[in-house]
């Protein structure tokens, strides 16, 4: 079974400042994956995905991504964030012949303090 | 245009009620999904239909029911609500090949009192 595991529940980080979330998925076979944002109150809005070739992916909103095959991370960075980035971030993934089944990690809800 | 429109936003019911939660997409997908978020954020999903056939079915009480009149809709019908059921439910959407990704609604809010 494939599992995702976002290691920080919470991240506190100040405006301007840089973030990083991480996270790692377990799978045997090659995998797609994804980072989704969910506002307060809202649905979750797509990111950035990784289906193959370059290993950093960059997404909406001056967010990247890199995957690392060895490590099997997919970590989030943000290099400035504004206070309009406070949202919960949930990494996914799907593994190929999963029936389309996109499988979330526990999602990192970002804080960001003027 | 909405892509992703789940009606009503916010449910509140009584326990042993039945109740409907409809979705609704523009995109042309034919792919559609059921997830459910706890209390605690994490995302587990329901159910999934292509083209009005069910395709995903992980293990959930059989007084949820799925319904896909056609593709490019999926209604949830929950029967005897019970309090575990109180979560935001999501609806979404995608082609089946997954590179678009999926696109999520805004969710439908359920409280069972």
């Known amino acids: 079974a494939q599992s995702v595991t976002q290691l920080d529940s919470q991240v506190p980080v100040f405006e301007e400042a840089p973030v990083e979330l991480r996270c790692n998925y377990s799978?045997?076979?090659?995998?797609?994956l994804f980072w989704y944002v969910q506002y307060p109150n809202q649905g979750l809005q797509l990111l950035l995905k990784?289906?193959?070739?370059?290993?950093l992916v960059k997404g909406i909103n001056g967010f990247e991504a890199e995957f690392n095959k060895s490590q099997t991370s997919f970590h989030l960075r943000k290099p400035s964030v504004h206070i309009s980035d406070t949202a919960e971030y949930f990494c996914a993934v799907k593994k190929e012949a999963a029936g389309n089944k996109l499988t979330f990690g526990g999602g990192t809800r970002v804080l960001v303090k003027p | 245009d909405t892509a992703v429109s789940q009606t009503p936003k916010y449910l509140v019911t009584q326990m042993g009620n039945d109740k409907s939660i409809k979705c609704e997409q523009n995109l042309g997908h034919d792919t559609m999904y059921w997830y459910k978020q706890d209390s605690k954020k994490f995302l587990k999903i329901m159910f999934s239909y292509n083209n009005k056939e069910l395709i995903i079915n992980e293990t959930v009480p059989n007084r949820f029911s799925p319904k896909s009149p056609d593709k490019a809709h999926l209604n949830l019908h929950i029967n005897s609500l019970e309090l575990g059921d109180s979560a935001v439910y999501f609806c979404a959407s995608s082609h089946l090949r997954v590179d678009y990704g999926y696109t999520f609604g805004s969710g439908t809010r359920l409280t069972v009192v």
């Open positions: 990784y289906l193959s070739g370059s290993t």
């Open positions: 799978s045997s076979v090659s995998v797609y």
